[in-house]
């Protein structure tokens, strides 16, 4: 029975950690506490943000200095969303690809 409750709240507590932390709604502590965002990354995005919301992942690789494919997979692997959506390179390579035959 102990057990049980132990495996339980371990199982909780992971599920707290690993939870998603969307770019646009999130406060400096709580994209500090993503791995991979120290405060001057931080401090950039909030600064970013209030200029306008992002709308995707290309939006903030475009205005966010520092972020870019990479490290965007890994931010995203790490909990953070744009707009509740996780980073997928295949999706923005098919964006740019339209973008560059218009």
Known sequence: MLKTFIATLLALFT????????????????LEAVKGIGPAAATKILAERQKGTFKDWGDVMQRVGG?????????SEA????????FQADKLAKKEDKKAKK
């Open 79 to 86: 909990g953070l969303t744009v707009n509740g959506a996780p």
């Open 67 to 75: 972020i870019k494919e990479a490290k965007a997979a890994r931010l």
């Open 15 to 30: 599920a707290i950690a690993f939870a998603a932390v969307d770019i646009n709604k999130a406060t400096q502590a709580e």
